[in-house]
């Protein structure tokens, strides 16, 4: 049997989305996140490296706690995306209240390498999205593409 084509979402959902994302959260807004990319696959986020986000001042390395908190955001994302994917026969309203529930019940991080540049980009998709839990992966990576740390998480979203 074929798989199920992926419609796209409709620029207003991905605006709510982004808002929702960016200005909703406001621990967000103070580390600096953005959303580049929603699709129901997955979704994209920038980080820029600011003086505040510094965690080692010899190396100017950003901190374990940013990209654990990135990570986080972004697992989160991908899960509201996929939820939405999952009602997309539902006005967008309607789907934009099914997220009212959705919090972090697991979080892994490895850091693999040191965090070390002026921008980073933050990748999520979900693995299994569940009635009551979702699981994610997630992607944080230097300029150049170069992955600096994974992220595995679990997701309340009932």
């Known amino acids: 049997m074929p798989k199920a084509a992926f419609l796209d979402f409709e620029p207003e959902f991905v605006q709510a989305l982004t808002k929702i994302f960016e200005e909703g959260i406001v621990f967000n807004q103070t580390l600096g996140l953005k959303i580049t990319s929603v699709t129901q696959k997955g979704v994209t986020g920038s980080l820029a490296m600011r003086p505040e986000l ?13 990209i654990s908190a990135g990570l986080d955001a972004m697992g989160g994302m991908a899960v509201l995306a ?3 994917a999952r009602h997309m026969d539902e006005p967008i309203e309607a789907r934009l209240h099914r997220f009212a529930k959705l919090g972090t019940i697991d979080l892994r991080i ?19 999205l569940g009635s009551r839990v979702a699981s994610t992966r997630m992607e944080f990576l230097g300029a150049d593409g170069k992955l600096l740390s994974t992220g595995a998480g679990a997701y309340i979203i009932s």
């Open 54 to 66: 510094v965690g080692h001042p010899a190396y100017n390395r950003i901190h374990g706690g940013v």
């Open 82 to 84: 996929a939820i939405g």
């Open 110 to 128: 490895d850091y693999l390498r040191p965090g070390i540049g002026e921008h980073f980009v933050l990748r999520a998709e979900v693995l299994r």
